[in-house]
Structure formats: structure tokens, C-alpha cells
């Protein structure tokens, strides 16, 4: 037992060693939320971040340092402007979740961002993960962050077969990466490991051939790069159908901000007929006489099908433009905007893509 012991020791020393030397050498990438210390700045990066490639995050974090270079900067802005800022990024709770988080820095904390894991803990939309990444790379504390990345070069290198999105997994991968972290460089470890996963030992095609850890590789050596990390559970994607309706003179037309819980709230967009099924045209016309006034609909246009996959849904979406002479309806939340108003609002990401091939520009 003693020897064993000893050699998973070993191991786990070898894992770090290697991990710290490839880090220093021409593996670490550069990006403006590397290797600084505003909290702030750290914090934005991480939230944009998550869910996110790097290279997509950079013209956001960029944009969003620059137009609030402060907490209370953010906190100030109107949620409607925040919102427009995030636009496109997707996993719009962020965004709100953001929003919430400074204002309670500014009004709770004096403006002070939080230096303690506990504290960093309490921000909205702040998890383990993020909290840990925080505290690392802003205040130097030894907390090992735990994401994909991590997962999949932990769950290769040592060959860990317990499912990732199990209880047991979650437990056993947190304790292992504790254990593997620098304590004294714990932000250039953590930062490595990360980097490493995304590209050294990527999902799909990992260098093995070239990796300075391969020697010691459970995947690498028993050729199941490909099956780990495991997880037990596979998402189940929820089919939606929507129809939306562009009311309006042929000039302008009538939007409305999404303010119920779900998908895309506080983004704009029109009124909606929602299905669970598709709809050929003539039902759908019944669909809209229900929703609207029958003196309210002139010539109708519908659009192609536009698919828009998020984690566990697929929707499916139509637009269906109405021409309506008075630009009068009945619903008080609506509002009219002319196209060139539309740089105002934030939408989501697949009513741009309809109006781009519109040639509206927003």
C-alpha cells in the first residue's frame, strides 16, 4: 500500500511539473485578461467566458472594458444598454445576472470588489468555477478551477471512468484538482491547465503524439482518448415552433421585450404564435386571425424556416410579415420602431440573422 501510495504521489507531482514547464514555455497564449489583476476585469472575463471559445469572448470583453472601465460604470448603465451589449453572445442570464452583480458591489459592498473565496462566492451567476478562477488569477488564492477543460485532461491523464456529470464525479474531480494545484502559483496553474485542455488535449483531435505527459497518459496508452472523459447522461432537446409576426406599414413595425422567465428575457422581439408542431400555411392564417384583428391583417409574407439550437432545445422559427395600414394594435406592449431605431434594442441572435438577410441593419 505504501508503494502504491507513493507512486500516486509520484504521479500527481509529475502531472504538475509537466503541466507548470509546458505553461512557460511558448504555450501560453495571450489575451488582454491574462496576467492582470483588476478583479473586475477578471470577473468580466470569466462571466463572458463561460459558455464561450476565447476567440468569440474577445470582441466583448473588449467592448465592454472600454465602454465600463468600472464597476460603477456598469452598475449605472441602463439594463436595456447592457443587454444590446451582449447581444449575439447567447446565455442572456449572464448579462443579467452581471448587471445584478455590480449594482450589489457598488450599493453593498462601497464599490470594493470582494477578495475572499466566500465573498466571490455570493455574486449572482458566480459558481465554484468562477469563483475559484477569481480568487486565483485576481488575490492569488490556491483554488483550482474545474470546467470541461479540466475535466477532460484530469479524467484522461489519470483515467477516471466515474461519470462527470454524476454527484460522485463532480466530488471526486473537485478533490483531485485541489490536490494537483501550485499552491504557490496557483493563477499560472490554473490558467495552464485550462489553456492545456484547449489545446493540447483537446476534445476531438488532443496532440497526443506530441504531449510532454503522454509517457503517464491512461488514454494515451490504452487508446481511449476518444471515450474520456464519461458522462452518464445524455441532454434531451425540446422542440419548439415559433411564428413570429413583423405588424407593420411596410416601413416600420411593432416589437415587444420578453420580460417572462425563460429563454431570451429582457432581449426584444415580436409577437408570437408558439407551437408544438409545424404549421402549413392555411393553419397558420387561422392562427393569426385569433391573434390579431381581422381589420389589423393585410397581405401576408412567411419567411423560410430558421433552425436555432440552444443546449436542450431546438427552435424552429418563421417570420411572418403583415402589413397593416394604421400601425394600431390592440396590445399596449408593444411599440412601434422604424429599422433604423433597431440599434437600440437587443435580439436574439437568430431574429438578427433574419434581419441581416433582410439587409436591415441593426
Same mark, same amino acid.
Given at each position: 500500500?505504501?508503494?502504491?501510495?507513493?507512486?500516486?504521489?509520484?504521479?500527481?507531482?509529475?502531472?504538475?511539473?509537466?503541466?507548470?514547464?509546458?505553461?512557460?514555455?511558448?504555450?501560453?497564449?495571450?489575451?488582454?485578461?491574462?496576467?492582470?489583476?483588476?478583479?473586475?476585469?477578471?470577473?468580466?472575463?470569466?462571466?463572458?467566458?463561460?459558455?464561450?471559445?476565447?476567440?468569440?469572448?474577445?470582441?466583448? &470583453?473588449?467592448? $465592454?472594458?472600454?465602454?465600463?472601465?468600472?464597476?460603477?460604470?456598469? !452598475?449605472? !448603465?441602463?439594463?436595456?444598454?447592457?443587454?444590446?451589449?451582449?447581444?449575439?453572445?447567447?446565455?442572456?442570464? @449572464?448579462?443579467?445576472?452581471?448587471?445584478?452583480?455590480?449594482?450589489?458591489?457598488? =450599493?453593498?459592498?462601497? %464599490?470594493?470588489?470582494?477578495?475572499?473565496?466566500?465573498?466571490?462566492?455570493?455574486?449572482?451567476?458566480? %459558481?465554484?468555477?468562477?469563483?475559484?478562477?477569481?480568487?486565483?488569477? !485576481? $488575490?492569488?488564492?490556491? &483554488?483550482?478551477?474545474?470546467?470541461?477543460?479540466?475535466?477532460?485532461?484530469?479524467? @484522461?491523464? $489519470? %483515467?477516471?471512468?466515474?461519470?462527470?456529470?454524476?454527484?460522485?464525479?463532480?466530488? /471526486?474531480?473537485?478533490?483531485?484538482?485541489?490536490?494537483?494545484?501550485? +499552491?504557490?502559483?496557483?493563477?499560472?496553474?490554473?490558467?495552464?491547465? *485550462?489553456?492545456?485542455?484547449? @489545446?493540447?488535449?483537446?476534445?476531438?483531435?488532443?496532440?497526443?503524439?506530441?504531449?510532454?505527459?503522454?509517457?503517464?497518459?491512461?488514454?494515451?496508452?490504452?487508446?481511449? +482518448?476518444?471515450?474520456?472523459?464519461?458522462?452518464?447522461?445524455?441532454?434531451?432537446? @425540446?422542440?419548439?415552433?415559433?411564428? &413570429? =409576426?413583423?405588424? %407593420?406599414?411596410?416601413?416600420?413595425?411593432?416589437?415587444?421585450?420578453?420580460?417572462?422567465?425563460?429563454?431570451?428575457?429582457?432581449?426584444?422581439?415580436?409577437?408570437?404564435?408558439? +407551437?408544438?408542431?409545424? =404549421?402549413?400555411?392555411?393553419?397558420?392564417?387561422?392562427?393569426?386571425? #385569433?391573434?390579431? #384583428?381581422?381589420?389589423?391583417?393585410?397581405?401576408?409574407?412567411?419567411? #423560410?424556416?430558421?433552425?436555432? =439550437?440552444?443546449?436542450? /432545445?431546438?427552435?424552429?422559427?418563421? $417570420?411572418?410579415?403583415?402589413?397593416?395600414?394604421? /400601425? /394600431?394594435?390592440?396590445?399596449?406592449?408593444?411599440?412601434?420602431? *422604424?429599422?433604423?431605431?433597431?440599434?437600440?434594442?437587443?435580439?436574439?441572435?437568430?431574429?438578427?440573422?433574419?434581419?441581416?438577410?433582410?439587409?436591415?441593419?441593426?
Amino acid at each position: 500500500m505504501k508503494n502504491m501510495e507513493t507512486s500516486t504521489k509520484e504521479l500527481k507531482n509529475f502531472f504538475t511539473q509537466k503541466l507548470m514547464e509546458w505553461n512557460v514555455s511558448e504555450n501560453d497564449r495571450e489575451l488582454p485578461w491574462k496576467h492582470i489583476e483588476n478583479p473586475y476585469f477578471i470577473w468580466l472575463s470569466e462571466i463572458i467566458l463561460q459558455q464561450t471559445r476565447a476567440e468569440q469572448a474577445l470582441p466583448y &470583453y473588449l467592448k $465592454f472594458t472600454e465602454n465600463y472601465p468600472t464597476v460603477e460604470d456598469l !452598475a449605472n !448603465a441602463p439594463e436595456d444598454e447592457v443587454m444590446k451589449m451582449w447581444e449575439g453572445l447567447g446565455y442572456y442570464s @449572464r448579462a443579467r445576472n452581471l448587471h445584478f452583480a455590480a449594482k450589489y458591489i457598488v =450599493l453593498e459592498k462601497g %464599490g470594493q470588489f470582494p477578495n475572499t473565496h466566500k465573498e466571490i462566492l455570493k455574486l449572482k451567476g458566480v %459558481g465554484p468555477y468562477t469563483a475559484a478562477a477569481i480568487a486565483s488569477f !485576481a $488575490f492569488k488564492l490556491p &483554488y483550482a478551477v474545474v470546467d470541461g477543460n479540466v475535466y477532460r485532461v484530469l479524467s @484522461r491523464f $489519470f %483515467g477516471i471512468e466515474t461519470p462527470i456529470d454524476s454527484t460522485e464525479g463532480k466530488k /471526486q474531480f473537485a478533490k483531485l484538482a485541489q490536490e494537483l494545484i501550485d +499552491t504557490e502559483k496557483p493563477d499560472q496553474y490554473n490558467q495552464a491547465i *485550462m489553456d492545456f485542455g484547449a @489545446r493540447q488535449c483537446s476534445p476531438a483531435k488532443p496532440l497526443c503524439m506530441f504531449c510532454p505527459m503522454n509517457v503517464h497518459c491512461e488514454a494515451y496508452l490504452k487508446g481511449k +482518448t476518444g471515450e474520456w472523459p464519461i458522462k452518464s447522461k445524455k441532454i434531451k432537446k @425540446r422542440e419548439r415552433f415559433f411564428h &413570429y =409576426l413583423l405588424v %407593420g406599414d411596410g416601413i416600420g413595425f411593432f416589437i415587444k421585450k420578453r420580460t417572462e422567465k425563460g429563454i431570451w428575457r429582457n432581449l426584444y422581439d415580436f409577437p408570437l404564435i408558439e +407551437t408544438n408542431k409545424e =404549421l402549413d400555411d392555411e393553419a397558420l392564417k387561422e392562427l393569426i386571425e #385569433k391573434k390579431l #384583428k381581422k381589420d389589423e391583417i393585410g397581405k401576408v409574407l412567411v419567411s #423560410k424556416n430558421y433552425v436555432h =439550437l440552444l443546449t436542450h /432545445q431546438k427552435i424552429n422559427v418563421k $417570420f411572418v410579415e403583415i402589413k397593416n395600414k394604421d /400601425q /394600431q394594435l390592440s396590445n399596449k406592449a408593444l411599440q412601434y420602431v *422604424m429599422p433604423e431605431d433597431l440599434k437600440n434594442y437587443a435580439f436574439p441572435k437568430v431574429i438578427l440573422r433574419f434581419f441581416e438577410e433582410k439587409g436591415i441593419i441593426c
